[in-house]
């Protein structure tokens, strides 16, 4: 799939990226990887616990916070016995830094209710309250991965809001590539992006197994960027709600009951709901005692913002018909084994995960909303190059490798580098504008090439500011393009 040649990003990637990340004069990772790997929960979450011992249950590790303060905001969390809380983050080298950096003093820090940190310099938080500071979970203990490997795969989201009147520095060099050039490039970080996806499933499944790590996965794509953690949460304890459920709409009313978000009250206007509502609830009341450990607080679920399409019942409910097919994940095996052109590759893949028309969620975009007059799919085309390229293709490919058959590595490659680009997004229109200008748009015919492009905006831009101070990328390209004597 991949050829020698493009291992030259992921030697940059090596060198000026990683390196930068383990960099401290005290032999300490960064507070920016510690972030990353509290943001994308790299961590055996079944294990977490306090350095006073107590059980740590993430519900959501919350959004990172750009104006000050604690370093995520709206996390929601379960700490030992006591009930589900919602409150701030922060993230420090050591746990004395709670007291060091004056946060013990600090208004702003109240509503902390986890100090996550590297190493532990100090006793125990066996009581929090006698000593005036919340729990601490130390991480060194539960990474699901070498640190180096994990400062290599995770992408961080942007920690700050970058103007988009202004373009970056590497705008100018990305302008004197010609097509060719310029798609190599997106390609090489495309690759890098692609095996990053690949070495998070390959760490989770030594844990879980290749197939829990499909449904995680599927799961977290299905959260779409607000409520990843509330879906991944639901999936890591799908072996104990599902057991027993004999059908989609079984299936659905587990979901919808151990989620939180199954509504109490019936609408008394909505004749269409409240019958469903009525079924879903015999089915839950009968389960609910059974599952009470697995149900989720409503609050670690985020609503502001999501389209009524979006919103997590309806994705619920397409999950349960997938869960309810027992052929779903050998489906998608044949998929992968079956030879196909490139423009049916989007097609015949959307011919697994799309399902029957739903007798209620095909007319429903949630319980509050009215019928719709026409039907409306569950999934539509651009969640399914979505689940392709972040979920599907990356889990059959580095089950190939860690199968070592060559010949199904390579169709899985090429398939992944053929697939029709997805719908735009706010940070590939803010990459277009501030890295490749206006005009190139050309360059992201493909779901790959978008993939590269965001690859390259998470390695470097946001690791510098808005005006690309001391930003690597420019001159490695003007390297790279220069011409070899």
């Not at 988009?164 to 590497?170: A, H, M, P, S, T």
């Not at 309806?314 to 079956?338: G, P």
């Not at 799919?377 to 490919?397: E, K, M, Q």
Request: hydrophobic fraction near 40%; aromatic fraction near 10%.
């Amino acid at each position: 799939m991949f050829s020698p040649s493009e291992h030259f990003y992921a030697i940059w990637r090596t060198r000026f990226v990683a390196t930068s990340a383990l960099r401290d004069e005290n032999g300490l990772p960064s507070e920016r990887l510690l972030q990353a790997v509290w943001q994308h929960q790299r961590l055996r979450r079944d294990q977490l616990k306090t350095t006073g011992g107590k059980h740590v249950r993430i519900f959501h590790p919350g959004f990172v916070s750009v104006e000050g303060g604690p370093d995520f905001g709206n996390s929601v969390l379960q700490i030992g016995d006591n009930p589900p809380r919602s409150g701030d983050v922060e993230i420090d080298l050591r746990s004395s830094g709670w007291r060091a950096h004056g946060h013990d003093r600090n208004p702003g820090f109240q509503n902390v209710i986890l100090h996550v940190v590297w190493e532990s310099d100090g006793t125990p938080d066996s009581d929090p309250a006698k000593t005036n500071r919340p729990p601490t979970l130390v991480l060194r203990n539960f990474l699901d991965a070498p640190l180096a490997e994990l400062s290599l795969s995770l992408e961080s989201e942007p920690l700050r809001s970058l103007p988009e009147n202004l373009r970056g520095k590497c705008c100018s060099p990305l302008r004197e590539l010609d097509e060719i050039q310029l798609a190599g490039l997106l390609r090489a970080a495309a690759r890098v992006r692609f095996e990053a996806k690949a070495g998070q499933f390959r760490a989770r499944a030594r844990h879980a197994g290749w197939e829990q790590v499909l449904w995680e996965n599927l799961f977290r794509a299905l959260g779409y960027k607000h409520n990843v953690w509330p879906m991944q949460h639901l999936a890591e304890t799908k072996s104990r709600w599902e057991r027993g459920a004999n059908s989609a709409f079984e299936l659905q009313a587990r979901l919808l009951g151990v989620s939180g978000l199954l509504p109490d009250e019936l609408t008394r206007a909505q004749k269409s709901t409240d019958s469903y509502l009525r079924r879903a609830w015999d089915c839950w009341w009968r389960d609910r005692d059974e599952f009470a450990d697995c149900v989720l607080p409503r609050a670690a679920w985020k609503f502001h913002g999501l389209r009524p399409a979006n919103h997590p019942q309806r994705r619920l409910a397409l999950a349960a018909h997938w869960l309810a097919d027992e052929k779903f994940t050998a489906k998608i095996e044949s998929w992968c084994a079956a030879e196909l052109p490139d423009k049916k590759l989007a097609g015949s893949l959307r011919e697994i995960l799309e399902v029957e028309r739903d007798e209620f969620w095909s007319w429903h975009w949630t319980f509050r909303s009215t019928r719709m007059k026409k039907p409306q799919p569950l999934l539509g085309d651009a969640r399914v190059t979505d689940l392709a390229v972040n979920v599907i293709l990356p889990w059959l490919w580095v089950r190939a490798v860690e199968g070592k058959n060559e010949k199904l590595r390579r169709v899985i490659g090429q398939r992944y580098f053929a697939w029709p680009a997805a719908e735009d997004n706010s940070v590939l229109k803010l990459a277009r504008q501030r890295l490749l200008g206006v005009g190139k748009t050309r360059a992201l015919r493909t779901a790959a090439a978008q993939q590269g492009l965001m690859q390259i905006v998470r390695d470097f831009c946001e690791h510098s500011n808005a005006v690309c101070e001391n930003c690597r990328f420019p001159e490695l390209v003007r390297e790279w393009n220069a011409p070899k004597v």
